[in-house]
């Protein structure tokens, strides 16, 4: 019995350590979001859907229209971008 503890206890941290690698490489720290620009909004909201596993349409609207209006000007980077939809966002 405690080896099969030991095994989910490692399965389980091998799991969380690929889904932390897989969201460091789909936010980069040190690149900066330019808001102004409409294709990155794009392609960074399907990203961030495809992280979260959402599929609406209207989710998909509902976040570039919070990034264009709402993202405040001391979010810089693409992680942090994810970082305040994290917090603020409300499906």
């Not at 460091?24 to 990203?47: G, Q, Y």
């Amino acid at each position: 019995m405690n080896l099969r503890i030991s095994f989910i206890k490692r399965s389980d941290h091998r799991v969380m350590a690929e889904s932390i690698s897989k969201k460091a490489m789909a936010f980069p720290d040190d690149r900066l979001f330019n808001w102004k620009e409409i294709t990155e909004i794009l392609v960074f909201v399907s990203r961030y859907m495809d992280y979260k596993g959402w599929m609406s349409p209207i989710t998909a609207k509902k976040l570039e229209w919070e990034i264009k209006t709402l993202l405040p000007y001391t979010v810089k980077t693409h992680y942090d971008v994810m970082v305040w939809l994290d917090n603020n966002f409300k499906r």
